[in-house]
């Protein structure tokens, strides 16, 4: 631990006692100038009109409320109505696996 401490510490002092400053620092900020002033030119043109041919668009329809994912529990909870029979254990373990997957990586394994 103490060894680890050390060498933190001479990694962040070293450029502090000998003079940190990167050349390649200076001049990305230099080379950086010139690009953000194209950027911003062309970010301040006004956007071409529309022909005047063009229809006018229509109106967009409602959209449809989002579906509510199903959570994990609830899906393990209808796999596990579905197991019967004599490999209903195996089912079961099968079922529980797929809820512990589901709820590390947020989907059912198919």
């Known amino acids: 631990m103490i060894c680890v401490s050390v060498m933190l510490a001479i990694f962040l002092g070293w450029p502090l006692a000998f003079g940190g400053k990167s050349p390649g620092l200076d001049a990305s900020i230099v080379d950086a100038r010139p690009v953000a002033a194209a950027v911003a030119a062309t970010r301040a043109k006004p956007p071409a009109p529309a022909p005047a041919h063009a229809a006018a668009p229509a109106p967009a ?4 409320a989002p579906v509510k994912p199903e959570s994990c529990y ?12 004599s490999s209903s254990a195996a089912c079961r373990l099968k079922a529980a696996d797929g809820w512990d997957l589901c709820e590390a990586t947020g989907f059912w394994p198919e």
């Open 61 to 64: 329809a409602e959209p449809a």
């Open 74 to 85: 609830k899906r393990y909870q209808r796999e596990v109505k579905q197991c019967s029979g």
